[in-house]
């Protein structure tokens, strides 16, 4: 059968197939007074560690890591593929210690993992049966997938597989020259079925030897082939794994990468697992990397996170398997940011209903609504029309330190006349590059009924 007729024929099953028998469900829960919350999910089984944990450490790494450019090093540097191969001769990460990785990632207050088992160079970090292309090869020889999730579950430290579909090695992938993607290769025997068949064959490694597996995590399939019963391998063999929407089907959850997708909605529409890397060239360990400044990572943390999405942060250890001192320390100051304001995002819901001013994000939990300024300030006070209640406190998470607040009619609100609560004298030059947070207690629920009938204004400051 030729490629085509095999994609067609997948196609048409798929499309007869009962999808009511898919575990995708996803319920949008959570009421507080009568109102519905928004952006509250739920798969109501083991996957639900995800909405627990929020924030994981991204790990890319393997070969490209010697070199030190980029994790797509063979791609982007158009090097022949027998070249490329020589590195596997290298690989001898005698400084890779897991806990060192997992160390770092819990003084970051990231709370699971994801590492890339096998990127589009088609290097596998695991004792796999499929390829010699491994890490079982000399001179190192050890499996690093064992390694590190033997850490992991000695620490209960949920641990996710990253996949490439894409392969540059494998000779049945059909390397086309399409995006992430070789040129056609002399000696090659293109055939999507028996390439199928050994990624089916990994999946089964994968999920079968390394205990209890907390998520798999697909990348570039560039056919944009689709095959549930992928997915529903996994989902035998691990129950509790959420799966992306970037393999063989819809997934559990959706992927914003970087920048690239402006994603400004003030409810998202389903899980969401965001992803950034700590550099703005490389995913994978880079010698000459230029790093994001911690203001853009914090916002970006934030922007997603106060919306109740989840957050990958990346970072890329070097070809001995040593995590680079930039990469630790920015980690680190991240963390002291992280688990300082953390209660807002931890069994907080978004809020977005409760101001119409669209440069901050608000959550809550019971009485208590948090306060992200998630954009750049324009200035030392924030109004949060059209709420106008005065909090019986005020707090900056970021600190500890009591904010000023009033319930008053300013200037700029002449046209509506309408009091509305205002935040006073926030630090945002003393903390330019970080994202303010401010924790605002009520002695009642705040629900946007509340916040428009409002009480009787409160103009003292405090």
């Not at 997948?10 to 007074?33: E, F």
């Not at 020259?177 to 090659?188: A, K, M, N, T, W």
């Not at 700590?278 to 922007?303: A, K, N, P, T, V």
């Not at 040593?322 to 807002?344: C, F, H, Q, T």
Request: aromatic share 10%.
């Amino acid at each position: 059968m030729n490629r085509r007729r095999f994609i067609q024929n997948m196609t048409a099953a798929v499309a007869v197939a009962d999808l009511g028998s898919l575990p995708m469900k996803v319920q949008a829960a959570g009421q507080v007074g009568g109102a519905q919350l928004p952006g509250l999910f739920r798969f109501g089984d083991g996957r639900d560690w995800f909405f627990e944990k929020r924030f994981g450490m991204f790990v890319h790494w393997g070969l490209y890591s010697i070199p030190g450019w980029h994790e797509q090093h063979q791609w982007r540097k158009r090097e022949e593929r027998a070249e490329y191969g020589k590195l596997a001769q290298q690989w001898n990460p005698v400084e890779f210690n897991p806990n060192a990785w997992l160390d770092l990632a819990e003084s970051a207050g990231m709370r699971y993992l994801c590492v890339t088992t096998k990127h589009h160079d088609g290097f596998c970090l695991w004792d796999t049966k499929a390829t010699t292309f491994s890490t079982m090869k000399p001179p190192f020889g050890k499996d690093v997938l064992r390694m590190l999730s033997d850490a992991c579950h000695q620490r209960d430290f949920p641990l996710c597989l990253y996949y490439s579909i894409a392969d540059w090695h494998n000779p049945n992938y059909p390397n086309q020259g399409r995006h992430h993607e070789l040129p056609p290769q002399s000696g090659d025997r293109p055939d999507l079925i028996k390439y199928t068949e050994f990624v089916k064959t990994q999946v089964r490694e994968l999920c079968s030897n390394y205990g209890q597996i907390h998520g798999f995590w697909w990348d570039m399939n560039v056919d944009q082939y689709r095959d549930r019963s992928i997915n529903d391998l996994i989902r035998r063999l691990q129950p509790d794994a959420v799966i992306n929407n970037r393999g063989y089907d819809e997934g559990d959850f959706g992927t914003p990468e970087r920048e690239f997708e402006k994603d400004e909605d003030a409810v998202l529409k389903r899980p969401t697992e965001a992803c950034n890397s700590i550099g703005i060239e490389s995913w994978g360990y880079r010698s000459d990397e230029d790093f994001y400044s911690d203001g853009h990572l914090l916002r970006s943390l934030d922007r997603y996170l106060a919306r109740g999405a989840n957050y990958l942060l990346n970072v890329g250890p070097t070809g001995a398997g040593a995590i680079p001192p930039e990469a630790d320390a920015m980690l680190r100051r991240i963390g002291v940011w992280y688990n300082a304001v953390k209660e807002s995002f931890l069994d907080a819901e978004p809020a977005p209903g409760l101001t119409t001013n669209r440069n901050v994000l608000l959550t809550r939990r019971g009485n208590t609504i948090y306060v992200h300024l998630c954009r750049v300030p324009v200035a030392e006070a924030v109004k949060l029309n059209p709420m106008r209640v005065a909090p019986k406190s005020a707090i900056l998470l970021n600190d500890g330190r009591p904010v000023e607040f009033a319930v008053d009619l300013v200037p700029s609100e002449h046209v509506d006349f309408t009091p509305c609560l205002r935040l006073r004298k926030l630090p945002v030059n003393e903390m330019s590059n970080s994202v303010l947070v401010v924790k605002l207690e009520f002695d009642r629920p705040i629900l946007p009924d509340v916040v428009r009938a409002g009480a009787e204004p409160d103009a003292r400051v405090r």
